[in-house]
């Protein structure tokens, strides 16, 4: 599949999706939320995004997981799960 895309790439735009965790934010979740959580507590609003993205032309979506590392997570009390959210 990496192959695969890295064909697409080096013969046209590939577009890919947009902030995640931008938008969740801008949608109302807290500040002093992890949207990483959301893997694991909000998988609908997610997968929304994520078809969002889809309807605007996106070729290309990235898991919900750009900070989900264990010095983040640990913030949050979440450092145990950092697998899980992975």
Do not use: W
């Not at 994520?50 to 949050?76: C, D, M, P, W």
């Amino acid at each position: 599949m990496a192959a695969d895309l890295m064909e697409r790439m080096e013969r046209s735009v590939v577009l890919g999706d947009g902030a995640m965790g931008t938008l969740l934010y801008e949608r109302g979740l807290p500040l002093d939320r992890c949207s990483e959580e959301l893997v694991l507590t909000g998988r609908d609003r997610i997968r929304q995004i994520h078809e969002e993205y889809l309807a605007a032309g996106a070729q290309v979506i990235e898991t919900n997981s750009f900070g989900a590392n264990r010095v983040k997570l640990a913030r949050f009390g979440l450092e145990g799960r950092v697998n899980e959210i992975n």
